[in-house]
């Protein structure tokens, strides 16, 4: 089967930077990606990593280690509006897309 | 660009009814899910298309059926509603190289 952990919730201040973890148990790894979802809206694409390393986009980085099966994600300069959920997602062999059940980041002044 | 379309948005269903949501996407893309949010609970697969004729079962696919007659819509019915499955449902949509996830607006349903 597949799973994913990842911290239920986490707190941090505007302007500080967070890092939010994830390990995976799956078949057939293809990549390891994340998303951002407010309260009421659908979730969006964050970032993606197939192969080890990190990934910069902006404010946020993405990190892989296949061989732990974990992968983080790196949230700079946080701003009120990044309060959100944030979920990490594994594609596996035949295409199945699964997400872990989600980090609630509450941003704070 | 529309992306991907959910429709109904909101529904209330009575014990016992039937009723088909539909996802629509305009993309191109080969992969199609359907999956459902509850609190605390993150979003779980329920059912999936990794192209037009197939499907296949989630992690949670008891309740629920998928068809996907046409590449472009995927559709996911309830043929007899019970009120657990008052949920969130989210469609999603990514082509063949499966980086980016596409999702439709959700669906609200509420089983009484």
């Known amino acids: 089967g597949q799973s994913l952990e990842q911290p239920s919730e986490v707190t941090a201040v505007e302007g500080a930077i967070v890092q939010i973890n994830c390990t995976y148990q799956?078949?057939?790894?293809?990549?390891l990606s994340w998303y951002q979802q407010h309260d009421g809206g659908a979730p969006t694409f964050l970032s993606y990593?197939?192969?080890?390393g990190l990934e910069e986009t902006g404010r946020f980085s993405s990190f892989l280690s296949r061989s732990d099966s974990y992968g983080y994600l790196l949230l700079q300069e946080l701003q009120m509006k990044d309060s959100a959920s944030y979920f990490c997602?594994?594609?596996?062999?035949?295409?199945?897309?699964?997400f872990g059940q989600g980090t609630e980041l509450s941003v704070k002044p | 660009n529309a992306g991907v379309t959910q429709t109904p948005k909101f529904r209330v269903l009575k014990t016992g009814q039937s009723m088909t949501l539909l996802c629509a996407q305009d993309?191109?893309?080969?992969?199609m899910y359907w999956y459902r949010q509850d609190p605390g609970m993150g979003l779980r697969l329920i059912h999936y298309?990794?192209?037009?004729?197939?499907?296949a079962k989630g992690e949670v696919p008891d309740g629920y059926n998928v068809s996907r007659l046409k590449k472009q819509n995927f559709l996911l019915g309830l043929e007899s509603a019970a009120p657990s499955q008052t949920s969130v449902y989210f469609c999603?949509?990514?082509?063949?190289?499966?980086?980016?996830?596409?999702f439709g607006q959700g669906t609200r349903l509420t089983v009484v």
């Open positions: 999603a949509s990514t082509g063949t190289a499966n980086t980016e996830a596409f």
């Open positions: 799956t078949s057939g790894f293809y990549g």
């Open positions: 990593n197939a192969l080890d």
């Open positions: 997602a594994v594609r596996s062999q035949g295409g199945k897309l699964i």
């Open positions: 993309m191109n893309h080969e992969y």
């Open positions: 298309s990794v192209g037009e004729g197939t499907t």
